[in-house]
C-alpha cells in the first residue's frame, strides 16, 4: 500500500519542513504589512491637504516693493512672511483677493535689495508649519540703474522645447523678464496655462518679475481674458481700453511700454498713439523699449510687418525717441539695423527691431531672398534674448538652446535728443513704407492723408 | 498561352487604366489647386501703387483680434469709391473696403473688384 507521504519516499529530495516555511513566510508577511502602515502613517502626516496651484509668482517689482500671486485649493488665506537679508520681518504687506486669485503688496522696501518670502497656512505665530511656497526676489535698482533684460515670445508649446529652453534662460539669472506675446498655444485656454506657462517657469516666476503682452493665439479665449486673470498688471494704460491690456512700468534706467497690437487700425490711431505719446514724453531721458506681437521689421515667410502698426504707431515710437522695439509672431529670430522714417540711419539714430519669436513653439521658415532692412537672422534654432541694459548703453545678446550667443549687439545712448535736452524735430510727414518686392530699404512714398 | 502584358487585351486594359488614372490625377490636382473666389472686408492699412499691392485688416470672427492679407490688385479689377469708377491711386489708408478676390494654392489673392466705402463720422465722435 503506498502512502502519500513525502517522507516515506527515499528517492525525492528533503524540503524545507513546513514549519519552517510557514514561519518564514509570516515574518515576511508581518514586515511587509509593518513597514506599508509605517509609510502610509508617515505619508498621511505629511501630504499637505492644502497645496499651490499656481505661483508663487512675482510681479510689478519696483525700487520699494513687489507684488506676489498665487492661487491655492482649497481657497483659505495664506500668511505671507518677507525677510531681509539679515533676517529681520517686513511688516508691509497687503492682501488681496481677486475670485481665486491672491494677491499680496509689499511696500516700504529699500532698492536693489534681495529678499524673502514664504506662503503658509495658519497665522503667523505658527513660524514652524512648512511653507507651501518659498522664494526670493530682488527689488528693482533706483533710477538710473543697470539690470538684465530676458525676452522672449511664442513659447506656449507645452512641449520638451519649451520646458528645455526655459532651463537655459533661467541660468541667465535675469532681473525681470518681458514677452512678446502667445503665451499659450492654440488659443490661450484658461487650462493651458499650468502645463505651459507656470510649470515651465516656475523657478523664474517665484523670483523674477514677468510681464507679457497679448499676441493673437492668446486673444482667442475670451480677448486674452485668462491672462488678465493671471497677471496683475499695471493700470496705466489708454482710456477707452481694457486695463492691463496696453501698460507701462520703470525699471531702473529703462521705460517699458506693452501694447496689445491685436487691435485694428483706428484703435491703435485714436486711443493708442496718443497714450503712446504722452507716455514717451513723459520718459524723459530713460530708455525707451516697447513690447508687443506683431513685429514691425520683419522677413518672415508667414508673417509680413504689421501694416497698422506701422501706420499708428512708428511715427510716435521715432519722434519720442524709443530706441528698441521687442516683437514676436513670426518663429525665428531678427534684428534690424537701426531705422528711421523706414530707412537704414546711423546707430543712435533710429529704432533697432528685435523679433524674438522663437522662443519655444515651432519655427518659421523665413523668405528666400534677404531684406536689407535685417542685420542679422536665424530661424534654425531656439533662441531667446538677454540684454544688459545700463545707463548710455544696452549689450544685446541672442542666446540659443544651449545657452551659447548666438548675435550680439551694443546700443549706444540714443542721438536723437539734441544738446539742451529737447526732443528731434518730428520725421518728415509722409511715412515711407518698404514696398512689396523693393529690398533697398527706401520703399514707395504713401501719402499719410488726414481721415474724413 | 497568355503570358500577362503579353495579351493584346491586356495591354489595352492597361493602357485604359493608366488614362484613366491619369484623368483623375489631373481632376483633383485642378480642384486643390484652383483659386477660391472669397470676399472680404475691412480696413485698407497700405497701398502700393508702384508694385499694384495692398493690404487689408480684417477682424477675425473667432476672436475679435485684427489680422492682415495682402494682395495684387491688377489693372483689370474694377475699383470703386462710394459707387464711382476709381484707381488705386485713389484708395487711401483707413477706408473701409469690400473686396472680392481669388485666393490661389500658394495663399496669394488676386483681387476682382474693390468697392470702398468711405463713412461719415459719427455724431459725437472727436
Redesign the interface.
Known amino acids: 500500500m503506498q502512502t502519500h507521504s513525502d517522507h516515506s519516499s527515499a528517492d525525492a529530495p528533503m524540503p524545507l519542513p513546513p514549519k519552517r516555511r510557514s514561519l518564514g513566510l509570516a515574518v515576511g508577511l508581518l514586515i511587509a504589512v509593518a513597514a506599508i502602515a509605517a509609510a502610509l502613517l508617515t505619508n498621511r502626516r505629511s501630504t499637505p491637504s492644502i497645496a499651490l496651484t499656481t505661483g508663487p509668482m512675482v510681479q510689478q517689482v519696483t525700487s520699494e516693493g513687489f507684488l506676489l500671486t498665487w492661487r491655492v485649493a482649497p481657497a483659505e488665506p495664506l500668511t505671507l512672511r518677507v525677510v531681509s537679508a539679515n533676517g529681520d520681518a517686513i511688516g508691509d504687506i497687503r492682501v488681496d483677493r481677486e475670485q481665486d486669485r491672491w494677491s499680496a503688496t509689499v511696500s516700504g522696501l529699500q532698492p536693489e535689495t534681495r529678499y524673502r518670502y514664504s506662503l503658509t497656512r495658519g497665522d503667523a505665530t505658527q513660524a514652524n508649519e512648512q511653507p507651501l511656497g518659498r522664494g526670493s526676489t530682488r527689488t528693482a535698482p533706483a533710477a538710473p540703474g543697470s539690470f538684465k533684460l530676458l525676452a522672449f515670445g511664442d513659447s506656449g508649446s507645452g512641449d520638451t522645447v519649451q520646458y528645455s529652453l526655459a532651463k537655459v534662460m533661467a541660468a541667465q539669472s535675469p532681473d525681470l523678464i518681458v514677452h512678446t506675446g502667445d503665451l499659450i498655444y492654440p488659443?490661450g485656454a484658461r487650462g493651458d496655462y499650468a502645463s505651459k506657462f507656470f510649470r515651465p517657469y516656475a523657478a523664474m516666476l517665484a523670483t523674477v518679475p514677468f510681464y507679457p503682452s497679448v499676441g493673437?493665439h492668446d486673444?482667442?479665449?475670451e480677448?486674452a481674458a485668462p491672462m488678465f486673470e493671471e497677471f496683475v498688471l499695471p493700470r496705466n494704460g489708454p482710456k477707452g481700453q481694457t486695463p492691463e491690456r496696453h501698460y507701462w512700468f520703470d525699471y531702473g534706467c529703462a521705460r517699458f511700454i506693452s501694447i496689445d497690437t491685436?487691435?485694428?487700425?483706428?484703435d491703435l490711431?485714436d486711443q493708442v498713439a496718443p497714450w503712446l505719446d504722452e507716455t514717451l514724453t513723459a520718459a524723459g531721458d530713460l530708455w525707451k523699449i516697447c513690447f508687443f506681437h506683431h513685429p514691425v521689421v520683419t522677413n518672415g515667410k508667414t508673417y509680413?510687418p504689421?501694416?497698422?502698426v506701422?501706420?499708428s504707431l512708428v511715427p510716435v515710437m521715432e519722434r519720442r525717441g524709443v530706441a528698441l522695439v521687442l516683437n514676436g509672431h513670426n518663429h525665428m529670430y531678427e534684428r534690424s539695423h537701426p531705422i528711421r522714417g523706414g530707412a537704414i540711419v546711423p546707430a543712435g539714430e533710429g529704432i533697432v527691431y528685435v523679433v524674438t519669436g522663437a522662443g519655444g513653439d515651432e519655427l518659421y521658415a523665413e523668405r528666400t531672398e534677404a531684406s536689407p532692412l535685417i542685420a542679422f537672422h536665424d530661424a534654425r534654432q531656439h533662441s531667446f534674448t538677454v540684454i544688459d541694459v545700463a545707463p548710455g548703453a544696452m549689450h544685446l545678446q541672442q542666446i540659443n538652446d544651449q545657452g551659447r550667443p548666438i548675435d550680439e549687439y551694443d546700443l549706444r545712448s540714443h542721438g536723437l535728443t539734441a544738446p539742451g535736452g529737447a526732443t528731434a524735430p518730428p520725421p518728415p510727414p509722409a511715412a515711407v513704407?518698404p514696398?512689396?518686392?523693393?529690398r533697398s530699404g527706401r520703399g514707395?512714398r504713401?501719402p499719410?492723408?488726414a481721415?474724413? | 498561352m497568355d503570358a500577362i502584358g503579353t495579351n493584346g487585351a491586356d495591354r489595352k486594359r492597361k493602357k485604359i487604366f493608366w488614362l484613366i488614372a491619369g484623368v483623375a490625377v489631373l481632376a483633383a490636382t485642378f480642384f486643390v489647386l484652383r483659386p477660391d473666389v472669397r470676399s472680404v472686408k475691412g480696413?485698407v492699412?497700405?497701398?502700393?501703387?508702384?508694385?499694384r499691392?495692398a493690404?487689408l485688416?480684417i477682424?477675425?470672427p473667432?476672436?475679435?483680434?485684427?489680422?492682415?492679407i495682402?494682395g495684387s490688385i491688377p489693372p483689370e479689377c474694377e475699383i470703386l469709391i462710394d459707387e464711382q469708377k476709381a484707381s488705386l491711386e485713389d484708395i487711401?489708408?483707413?477706408d473701409f473696403a469690400r473686396v472680392k478676390g481669388r485666393l490661389y494654392w500658394d495663399k496669394s489673392v488676386i483681387a476682382q473688384r474693390v468697392r470702398v466705402e468711405?463713412?461719415?463720422?459719427a455724431s459725437g465722435r472727436s
Open positions: 488659443d493673437n486673444y482667442q479665449t480677448a491685436d487691435l485694428g487700425l483706428h490711431q509680413e504689421t501694416f497698422r506701422i501706420q513704407l514696398a512689396e518686392g523693393d514707395e504713401v499719410r492723408e481721415r474724413p | 480696413t492699412v497700405r497701398v502700393d501703387p508702384a508694385t499691392r493690404t485688416e477682424v477675425d473667432r476672436g475679435g483680434n485684427a489680422f492682415e495682402t487711401r489708408i483707413g468711405r463713412t461719415k463720422p
